[in-house]
């Protein structure tokens, strides 16, 4: 079945860049998303990137999807403390565009 | 506009009660879904609906019941709370793929979550 894999956490220093990997399984998806989950609150949809492209930048973010190897990654430049959350990867099931599968999460943590 | 609210913010349930998971969105958006997240893992999809009157089960919908009777609301029901149900249920919106451009076709919007406890 359709499966999202990330790491579990990153640590980074202030200004440095931050990238965050994630694997997919289904390569029928049309679209893998980058969402962000500040404490206690809900998640806010960072970027995503339509299947049928390799790159997209979004003033601090670039999105790289590698779909041979089913690879998507969000590179955060100059990385702020606000930065600091956990980020979701997610693909759309094979089934549904409304249907996202999610993975477990990659916590961010930002030190000066 | 309000976008997606969910109410309450936290509950705590016996094992056994039963209690609806209200949510409601003021975008007019069609599709609307149920998610839970569990500790380590990510966001599992309970039910969704892609329109008033119509439901369907997503990846974990045993437990949980859904109806959609309008556009904006779409309330999940638990029968009998078990501790395997504790967690924390986010409800999510989007708008039906063309109708919002091609650059937002599929996001969704989420609401701030329930914290749900079952002792």
């Known amino acids: 079945g359709e499966d999202v894999e990330q790491s579990l956490f990153l640590s980074v220093r202030e200004g440095d860049s931050s990238v965050i990997n994630c694997t997919y399984t289904d390569s029928s998806s049309t679209y893998l998303y980058w969402y962000k989950q500040e404490p206690g609150a809900g998640l806010q949809l960072l970027t995503y990137i339509f299947s049928n492209m390799d790159m997209k930048q979004d003033q601090r973010l670039t999105v790289l999807l590698n779909k041979k190897d089913k690879h998507l990654s969000l590179r955060i430049a100059d990385t702020q403390t606000g930065d600091s959350a956990i980020y979701f990867c997610?693909?759309?099931?094979?089934?549904?565009?409304?249907?996202?599968?999610f993975g477990a999460g990659t916590r961010l943590a930002v030190h000066p | 506009n309000a976008g997606v609210t969910q109410t309450p913010k936290f509950q705590v349930l016996k094992t056994g009660q039963s209690m609806t998971l209200q949510c409601a969105q003021d975008?007019?958006?069609?599709?609307m879904s149920w998610y839970r997240q569990d500790p380590g893992m990510g966001l599992r999809l309970i039910h969704y609906?892609?329109?008033?009157?119509?439901?369907d089960q997503g990846e974990v919908p045993n437990g949980y019941n859904v109806s959609r009777s309008t556009t904006e609301d779409f309330p999940l029901r638990l029968l009998s709370a078990a501790p395997s149900q504790t967690s924390v249920y986010f409800c999510?919106?989007?708008?039906?793929?063309?109708?919002?451009?091609?650059?937002?076709?599929?996001?969704?919007?989420f609401g701030p979550g329930t914290r749900l406890t079952v002792t």
């Open positions: 997610a693909e759309s099931m094979k089934s549904g565009y409304n249907k996202l599968i």
């Open positions: 999510a919106s989007s708008s039906a793929p063309g109708t919002s451009g091609i650059t937002r076709k599929y996001e969704q919007y």
């Open positions: 975008m007019n958006h069609e599709y």
């Open positions: 609906s892609v329109g008033a009157g119509i439901t």
